[in-house]
């Protein structure tokens, strides 16, 4: 069983910047591909980026491209999503997700869940 704990949400300006972080434990960090969701009130979750088990292999949502860097790190179990130049329309709450082997775009393949962190942004 893989438990991760989401951290680094807040209140911030239109412009600025956050590092979302996510620890995992509970598993193998490496067999992992991992993703980051949001869902904002009212709306469904969407997928925002995600990485493969190695690391060399990124994808993100088009409106996240040049703005969103997602990274990990192996030696502390984690997985981050840098959120640079935030919108308001960036204001959600945001999942990290793991899924056994292989990344995902889609929330339904993903084996194991945070509890969120908020991110809200104001104009």
């Known amino acids: 069983q893989v438990q991760l704990v989401e951290s680094g949400g807040g209140l911030v300006q239109a412009g600025d910047s956050l590092r979302l972080s996510c620890a995992a434990s509970?598993?193998?960090?490496?067999?992992?591909?991992m993703g980051w969701f949001r869902q904002a009130a009212g709306k469904e979750r969407e997928f925002v980026a995600a990485?493969?088990?190695?690391?060399?292999?990124?994808d993100y949502v088009d409106s996240a491209k040049g703005r969103f860097t997602i990274s990990r790190d192996s030696a502390k179990n984690t997985v981050y999503l840098q959120l640079n130049t935030l919108k308001p329309e960036d204001t959600a709450v945001y999942y990290c997700?793991?899924?056994?082997?292989?990344?995902?775009?889609?929330?339904?393949?993903?084996?194991?869940w945070g509890q969120g962190t908020q991110v809200t942004v104001s104009s």
């Open positions: 997700a793991a899924r056994l082997w292989a990344y995902s775009v889609y929330a339904s393949n993903y084996n194991y």
């Open positions: 509970g598993g193998t960090f490496s067999d992992y591909g």
């Open positions: 990485i493969s088990r190695s690391g060399d292999i990124r």
